[in-house]
């Protein structure tokens, strides 16, 4: 005997597309003024990420990984999201952080290397960049296990990209999700790109979304380059994790139009005609169309926008170089880790603040540290210095 256990299908949902409204039955109701919002959050990120490459060229601040060309992705789905849901980033999410009260002062002070624009989030439900791809898949299981046992009617968003799944810590976290059913959302930033790796040699799977279905989780791809139907299907998964009905896997398909980071060149593993296609899909033009035609939007609203913003960055940026001239104690990193700093932390923390002050690394000065990692540390040092 050989028959079909079970089918399986994957839903694509596009509701504005480049040319226009492609299903108005789809459209969701969402005022007038939140839709400026929107614009308004969607421009911000991109005028402040330009600004940034700007300042990084001319050795102001340092790497960071800019988000353009996903901008729809990130607000859409970010505008979804409430202040008693937890927000889990990767390192390109500098939109929905804004969304949720990232300050440009802080953002700058982030990318100049200051542990202190981290404060900020203590007493809040987002979590600080996740360098390590895709661990923090891992952690939105374990917030969304404490969400469930609290019996809180809040849900979690992870966001990571298309190279974060096939990182076990992807398939760890969205099993455990699956397998617990928490209320839990898996947002996956598909940019086609992981630094100079294509989608197409990424997965032999045609979507990411399809991934869900090995794990018992709901899986859905959406235009990733229109906020209505991020917004739509965030909603949708979101609404459904509060409710206890279980996590959601969404693939935004988008396109990461500059570079991986600052460290990086595109132009030496991809075509100027791919980014030209991708450019004709923009978010923010295609969402700026929309709003024009509603009669939201126009050549004068946007010019004050813009004088507005750029108003904004400078001024955020200027805040960050007063703290960064303050002479700021550049150590602050040891202090965010953990509740309490263990000894051997605190033990490295010490060695770093002699070598700091005397630019001089401390052979066999110390006494080596009770507790683990101390000895390590130890070596480590020596070698340094060797
Ligand atoms: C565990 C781990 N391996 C490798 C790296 C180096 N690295 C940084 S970003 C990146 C690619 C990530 O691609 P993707 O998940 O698609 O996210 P995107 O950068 O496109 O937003 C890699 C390999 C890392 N930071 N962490
Ligand atoms: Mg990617």
Same mark, same amino acid.
């Given at each position: 005997?050989?028959?079909t256990?079970?089918e399986f299908?994957?839903d694509?949902?596009?509701?504005? %597309?480049?040319?226009?409204i492609? +299903?108005?039955?789809?459209?969701?109701k969402?005022?007038?003024q939140?839709?400026?919002?929107?614009?308004?959050?969607?421009?911000?990120?991109?005028?402040?990420e330009?600004?940034?490459?700007?300042?990084?060229?001319?050795?102001?601040?340092?790497?960071?990984a800019?988000?353009?060309?996903q901008?729809?992705?990130?607000?859409?789905?970010?505008?979804?999201?409430t202040?008693?849901d937890?927000?889990?980033?990767?390192?390109r999410?500098t939109?929905?952080?804004?969304?949720?009260?990232?300050?440009?002062?802080?953002y700058?002070?982030?990318?100049?290397? =200051?542990?202190?624009? %981290?404060?900020?989030?203590?007493?809040?439900?987002?979590?600080?960049?996740?360098?390590?791809v895709?661990?923090?898949c891992?952690?939105?299981?374990?917030?969304?296990?404490g969400?469930?046992?609290?019996?809180?009617?809040a849900?979690?968003?992870?966001? =990571?990209?298309d190279?974060?799944?096939?990182?076990?810590?992807?398939? !760890?976290?969205? @099993?455990f999700?699956?397998?617990?059913?928490?209320?839990c959302?898996?947002?996956?930033?598909?940019?086609?790109?992981? #630094?100079?790796?294509? =989608?197409?040699?990424?997965?032999?799977?045609?979507?990411?979304a399809?991934k869900? #279905?090995?794990?018992?989780?709901?899986? #859905?791809?959406v235009?990733? @380059? +229109?906020?209505f139907?991020?917004?739509v299907?965030?909603? !949708?998964?979101?609404n459904?994790?509060?409710?206890? !009905?279980?996590?959601?896997?969404?693939?935004?398909?988008?396109?990461?139009q500059?570079?991986?980071?600052?460290?990086?060149?595109?132009s030496?593993?991809?075509?100027? @005609?791919?980014?030209?296609?991708?450019?004709?899909?923009?978010?923010?033009?295609?969402?700026?169309?929309?709003?024009?035609?509603?009669?939201?939007?126009?050549?004068?609203?946007?010019?004050?926008?813009?004088q507005?913003?750029?108003?904004?960055?400078?001024?955020?940026?200027e805040?960050?170089?007063?703290?960064?001239?303050?002479n700021?104690?550049?150590?602050? =990193?040891?202090?965010?880790?953990?509740?309490?700093?263990?000894?051997?932390?605190?033990?490295?923390?010490?060695?770093?603040?002699?070598?700091?002050?005397?630019? %001089?690394?401390i052979?066999?000065?110390l !006494?080596?540290?009770?507790?683990?990692?101390?000895?390590?540390?130890?070596?480590?040092?020596?070698?340094?210095?060797?």
């Amino acid at each position: 005997m050989r028959k079909t256990l079970q089918e399986f299908s994957i839903d694509i949902l596009s509701i504005v %597309n480049p040319e226009g409204i492609e +299903d108005t039955k789809l459209l969701p109701k969402i005022p007038p003024q939140e839709l400026l919002k929107a614009y308004r959050w969607m421009l911000l990120t991109r005028r402040l990420e330009e600004q940034a490459l700007r300042y990084q060229r001319q050795g102001r601040i340092g790497t960071f990984a800019p988000s353009i060309g996903q901008e729809a992705a990130a607000i859409g789905s970010a505008l979804c999201l409430t202040s008693e849901d937890w927000f889990l980033p990767s390192f390109r999410e500098t939109g929905i952080a804004l969304t949720r009260g990232l300050s440009i002062k802080n953002y700058f002070l982030y990318i100049m290397g =200051f542990e202190d624009s %981290n404060k900020e989030l203590k007493n809040t439900h987002d979590l600080a960049i996740s360098i390590p791809v895709g661990s923090q898949c891992v952690h939105v299981a374990g917030i969304g296990w404490g969400l469930k046992l609290d019996q809180k009617k809040a849900a979690a968003m992870v966001y =990571f990209g298309d190279g974060a799944t096939s990182e076990g810590d992807f398939h !760890e976290g969205l @099993n455990f999700c699956g397998a617990l059913n928490l209320p839990c959302v898996f947002f996956c930033q598909n940019n086609q790109w992981a #630094i100079s790796t294509p =989608f197409k040699n990424q997965t032999a799977s045609q979507t990411i979304a399809q991934k869900a #279905i090995a794990y018992g989780v709901k899986g #859905i791809q959406v235009d990733g @380059n +229109d906020f209505f139907s991020v917004y739509v299907a965030t909603q !949708e998964a979101l609404n459904k994790a509060r409710k206890g !009905e279980g996590p959601t896997l969404i693939e935004a398909v988008t396109f990461r139009q500059s570079l991986h980071t600052t460290a990086d060149d595109p132009s030496v593993y991809r075509t100027k @005609n791919l980014e030209e296609e991708w450019k004709k899909k923009d978010p923010i033009l295609r969402f700026k169309k929309f709003l024009e035609k509603e009669k939201l939007w126009d050549s004068q609203k946007e010019d004050a926008l813009e004088q507005t913003l750029k108003e904004e960055i400078r001024k955020g940026y200027e805040e960050a170089e007063n703290f960064r001239n303050s002479n700021p104690d550049p150590l602050t =990193f040891f202090d965010t880790v953990y509740e309490t700093m263990p000894p051997y932390l605190q033990w490295q923390k010490e060695c770093a603040q002699k070598n700091i002050a005397g630019r %001089n690394v401390i052979k066999g000065a110390l !006494e080596k540290p009770r507790g683990s990692g101390g000895a390590a540390a130890v070596g480590e040092l020596e070698e340094a210095q060797d």
